[in-house]
């Protein structure tokens, strides 16, 4: 079956850190660009990082950088979002996305999301 | 700072034909965007609708069209039904690896 699955979320307080897993199965992982995206409350998602298919070239939205640290482990088959300095706005469901094929930029398979709440 | 548009809402008919569009604050969308339509009812993940401008995502109905209108990507729904009653994402790659979501269009069918 292919499908992601996320995990990891939860409440911590703010400046804490927070480590989020995706499971990535039923596709050829290796081959695959990898993203996260989340989607605050009542607002529209929004694209935070990417990492390429070899693993090496890695992109982040301006507002993420320095806080957020996107890897993969391709004998593993996941994707981790490493989150730090958490902050009350950073409160949303994180989506893991994978890329399209080699060619393509765009998002064709999510995750059901993991909820990453931040709050005293 | 890159700002997708997109409209607030829209209303369709059952039956009816609607085309949302997708622009840049400053320039022009073409297909080097890589324009990509997305579709999400409140709860779910979204759901890939378009890619690479007018290519279909496995499974989309053939109702969903994606196009370049003029300067601004556009996902048309034609014969709309009660269950496309849905908040609407267009996604545009904006080069070196960057990607940026518009703000989403609500379309309401009644």
């Known amino acids: 079956q292919v499908q992601l699955v996320e995990s990891g979320g939860g409440v911590v307080q703010p400046g804490e850190s927070l480590r989020l897993s995706c499971a990535a199965s039923?596709?050829?992982?290796?081959?695959?660009?990898m993203h996260w995206v989340r989607q605050a409350p009542d607002k529209g998602p929004e694209w935070l990082a990417s990492?390429?298919?070899?693993?090496?070239?890695?992109f982040y939205v301006d507002s993420m950088k320095g806080r957020f640290t996107i890897s993969r482990d391709d004998s593993k088959n996941m994707l981790y979002a490493q989150m730090d300095g958490l902050r009350p706005e950073d409160t949303a469901v994180y989506y893991c996305?994978?890329?399209?094929?080699?060619?393509?930029?765009?998002?064709?398979?999510w995750g059901q999301g993991t909820l990453v709440t931040v709050s005293s | 700072q890159t700002v997708v548009t997109q409209e607030p809402s829209f209303s369709v008919s059952p039956g009816g034909t609607l085309t949302l569009t997708c622009g840049l604050s400053?320039?022009?969308?073409?297909?080097?965007?890589?324009p990509s339509w997305y579709q999400q009812t409140p709860g779910q993940a979204p759901r890939t609708l378009i890619y690479?401008?007018?290519s279909r995502s496995s499974g989309v109905p053939d109702r969903f069209s994606g196009s370049i209108l003029g300067n601004k990507a556009a996902l048309t729904i034609t014969g709309a039904q009660a269950d496309d009653e849905s908040d609407y994402y267009c996604?545009?790659?904006?080069?070196?690896?960057?990607?940026?979501f518009g703000g989403g269009t609500k379309v309401t069918v009644l």
């Open positions: 996305a994978k890329g399209g094929r080699i060619g393509t930029f765009y998002f064709d398979l």
């Open positions: 039923g596709f050829t992982f290796t081959t695959c660009a």
């Open positions: 990492v390429w298919s070899d693993g090496t070239r890695k």
């Open positions: 400053s320039g022009s969308v073409s297909s080097k965007s890589y």
């Open positions: 690479n401008t007018n």
């Open positions: 996604v545009l790659y904006v080069g070196s690896g960057i990607w940026v």
